[in-house]
């Protein structure tokens, strides 16, 4: 059958041998084999022609078969939860137009020979629950148009992710989440084109690593406060220009979640929100910003912020409007939205008066919408913060406000209820 293009025998559940015969098949497009459960000789496979090749599920098969020719077109590999033990050596890296291959749920695959870095036109690679999968080839970096990338659920330690995953210049999609490691490589902020990066389930990881410069979605454990300030850490560091830039438009990382997360120590439901912030919130070289997250039905592309002083003489209150960037393609009602309101975004000096940032008492976010929102004040160091407080406490009498009359403070809205 020399002219055969396509040959489906999906389910076969009694196939035990693939006839050597089919290697002469040049001109087959599509071969599928998925669920051939009793399978356990495939000879060889003529890749001349082929666009797809599946052989998921089929879990009696140990060896791939032997490729044959030089693909002339895209191909798609898929094998997933198949009882392959390993890929084929030859001929594997002449395969320039093999741009998706699926290993998924390959639970014998114990490593990936490093032959596969040379796959130039790959573009999605899923080793996604490769349970026995120890490490990754030292050189992944040179898959230089992979684009997805998914190692969840492999039971990923420390040093199972080499430092060469940052040469990934096109990567845009990490899959990360279920693994078992605590830190991850340093690289991966230099993963230029990276958008998604998924954390989920990655219950050992004690810290976020260095956000690249266009991640805008980002998945991880937010009941944990650890992680929580590692990922506002990680923002300011990525909007620290805010101020010499003049750019008034804030990072946004998108994320899904149920609730609000813990961390945030100020939560409520509202299209404002308005905060009496704590005697010498400002510490200098220490305090970050103000970090805000909301979700609802619809995404904001502006908040409008409010700076207002504890003796408010109606002349010092700063007002901001910024702009949220987030170019995110995920939208729904569970997403969370993450961003930072650095205070040199928002501080005014010409406007102070004098005043320095402790003579501002209140801080309210105009969101425009109703939402569900979280708000917290971000230092670097909080240990730091709570020790340099208490100095000041014992060294310092509190002293009486020049305008007593005013101390109470009197923000520009009504303080949200969900406070």
Request: aromatic share 10%.
């Amino acid at each position: 059958m020399p002219n055969l293009e396509y040959l489906n025998l999906a389910c076969c559940t009694s196939l035990e041998e693939v006839h050597p015969s089919l290697k002469y098949c040049k001109k087959l497009i599509r071969l599928d084999l998925f669920d051939c459960r009793s399978l356990e000789r495939f000879p060889y496979v003529n890749v001349e022609s082929l666009d797809f090749f599946i052989l998921d599920y089929c879990r009696s098969l140990k060896k791939f078969p032997e490729i044959l020719g030089i693909m002339k077109t895209e191909l798609e590999i898929s094998m997933s939860c198949s009882g392959i033990r390993e890929l084929p050596l030859s001929n594997f890296d002449l395969q320039p137009h093999l741009t998706k291959l699926d290993l998924s749920g390959m639970e014998y695959l114990v490593s990936l020979p490093s032959i596969i870095c040379k796959l130039k036109g790959l573009v999605k690679l899923d080793l996604s629950r490769c349970s026995k999968l120890k490490s990754l080839p030292e050189d992944i970096g040179s898959l230089s148009s992979l684009k997805k990338l998914d190692l969840s659920y492999c039971n990923i330690i420390d040093g199972g992710l080499p430092e060469d995953i940052g040469s990934l210049s096109s990567l845009q999609r990490l899959n990360l989440s279920g693994n078992n490691f605590e830190h991850l490589p340093q690289s991966i902020s230099e993963l230029g084109a990276l958008r998604s990066l998924n954390l989920s389930d990655c219950n050992r990881l004690t810290q976020l690593p260095e956000f690249p410069q266009n991640l805008n979605t980002i998945f991880a454990n937010w009941s944990n406060d650890w992680i929580c300030n590692s990922l506002f850490q990680n923002i300011s560091s990525l909007q620290h220009d805010i101020c010499s830039s003049h750019s008034l438009s804030l990072r946004v990382l998108v994320s899904w979640v149920v609730d609000i997360p813990s961390w945030f120590n100020y939560k409520g439901t509202d299209t404002k929100v308005s905060v009496n912030l704590p005697e010498n919130w400002y510490v200098s070289d220490n305090f970050l910003g103000f970090a805000v997250c909301y979700y609802g039905d619809y995404y904001i592309d502006c908040i409008t912020a409010h700076l207002i002083p504890l003796c408010d003489d109606g002349m010092s209150s700063m007002t901001q409007e910024f702009s949220l960037s987030n170019n995110s393609k995920y939208s729904d009602v569970w997403n969370i939205n993450f961003f930072l309101i650095p205070l040199g975004g928002l501080w005014d000096a010409s406007n102070a008066n004098g005043k320095t940032p402790n003579d501002y008492g209140c801080i309210s976010l105009i969101f425009g919408k109703e939402k569900k929102f979280g708000f917290r004040l971000l230092y670097k160091d909080e240990a730091e913060l709570h020790n340099a407080k208490r100095r000041s406490r014992n060294e310092h009498h509190e002293e009486e406000a020049s305008c007593s009359s005013s101390k109470k403070q009197r923000p520009l809205f009504p303080t949200s209820s969900g406070l």
